[in-house]
């Protein structure tokens, strides 16, 4: 095991961050933390990469103790905050120089490893970090975090404030990265994305909801989901919430689902509530599970 | 060590690197030393005089072109009844109103004395106090003059006058000069307050921008990204140093009686114990702004009590105990003594010492209040 966290709960004065925490990372697997912001995933990083020292409860990194090993937690990881966190006016070559030093080691020795991602920012080796766009930003935050070749990568919402192109790029390079070996755990707000972990743990409020694969998490969902549209969205979500038999309803894109609570639940049916009440351009079809609609159901 | 010189090498170029650092760290130095030096004088002068003289005598004249012959004195006008003077006084435009009154000369041969009215603006105490002085040093001397040439002519018989006559000799500053007594004073001020504010907000700005927290789950030790940090800022304040002293040599002529070394070592201490502040300041703050209101509050209370601008001597018994808290002062006082007296090690090695526990103290308080986990 990778990373094991066992009953870890902190709390900020009388606000409870996270609350009893318990999940496994396997060694070389990539691991996600899905929950929105405030859910308490930046306080788990920050407890495993030892900058916060839990109230209760243990975990081991790379097997090191994230309180008594410390020390060897920090030659061993490497994290990426979600804040762009270099130094922005030192060049793109300085930062990386800067970090591979402290860490005892030189840019070549791990070359093989970040070829793949600074090859990319190569050409603005000169530049100040400042001076870099987001996604630039990012592939060096992530070059400095694995300059020392980690065994295990921590990265917290790193596609946080990225474009769609680059999140999924950035992606891509996470598998990369896992085919090398490395253990990664990440935490994004984005449900799209989770589908891309091997498992995924759903946190909430400081609590964890439910740990699987993505797939299982959709599978196992014992609901069946609806596409409704209509002309006008607004009205269409306040006569859906006056529907005797309604269970849920929420805006999902251009569609809203809308989930009944009938098992002989009849589309037809809803079909003629919703002409009774002057909607018009109706649709009702089934549609499939996804990430999210587990989350809003827990 | 290899990891201490490449954090010094980055903050040397994050220093650089900040357009607005340079012209902080020699410009501002230079012009501050050039316009305080100048302006912060403890000399009152052009102090505006006028006089009510009911008399009209060649005893109250002469009394007055005694005031004119001052320097200190810009005698304004005259006026002829007190109300309309202290009209004037009212509006500011006078500072002094001396009142000769009717029959002056006549009661001084008379009766052998007469009385004069003196009136000062005393909206600045200070300056009314110095006013005074120099008011009553004219007075005095009018008096014994003419005293003694009444004397003379008045008696039948003739007296030697007998006088006792002081000339003071100012030790270690001849002429009085202010400057050479201020320049080294401003000097400590400037490299004590640009290393603080450098230091102190130096690491608050690894906090807000984050680096601070990608540094902290790094291998770093604790000393080495203290000492990386800060060593660039001792540097810099002896450059600051250098920099002061070469202008109070070549622009001021400040005289250097002693051995530079000496400021040097003391300095080079010194420092210390202000980049142990900047760095206890940093711990215990979260912003820049926090980091720079803090520093600011320190240094006006440390300026104000180290004998800068006024005398230590003159302070009440709580406050001189205060001072010997007080860095700067052991600063002002050692530039000062080497500077103008020539002291030699022997005599500052009071200070020096007491410098150096305050360094260790200081600096273990910010060593320890440092904290890569929280």
Redesign the interface.
Known sequence: MSIIVQNISKSYNDIKAVENISFEVKEGELFGLIGPDGAGKTTIFRIL?????SNEGSATVADFDVVKD??SI??S?G?M?G????????TVE?NLT??A????TTIEENYDLIKDIYIQIEPFKKR?AGALSGGMKQKLALC?ALIHKPKVLFLDEPTTGVDPVSRKEFWEMLKQLQKKGITILVSTPYMDEAAMCDRIALIQKGKILKIDSPENVTKKYDKIIYDIRAKDTYQLIQDLKHYPSQYSVFAFGEYLHYIDKKQNFNSTELLTYLQNKNHTEIEIHISNPTIEDVFMDL | MKTILFIIQKEFRQIFRNKAMLPIIFVLPLLQLLILSNAASFEVKNIQFSYIDSDHSAASRKLITNFKASSYFKVIQSFNSKTEANHEMQKGKVDVILEIPNHFERNLIKEKKSSLSVSINAIDGAAAGIENVYITQIITAFNQNIQTNLFQYNEATYVQPQNIVTIPSFWYNNTLNYKTFMVPGILVLLVTMLTLFLSSMNIVREKEMGTLEQINVTPIKKYQFIIGKLFPFWVLGLVILTVGLLIAKLIFNVPILGNIGLIYLFTSVYLFVILGIGLFISNHTETQQQAMFIAWFFTVIFILMSGLFTPIESMPQWAQNVTLFNPIRYFVEIIRMVMLKGATFLDISFQFFIIVLYAFILNGLAVLSYKKVN
């Open positions: 990469t030892t900058l916060l020292l410390y020390k920090r030659n990881v994290y905050p804040k762009f966190s270099l130094y922005q006016d030192l300085e800067f970090f030093t402290i860490f005892g100040r400095c």
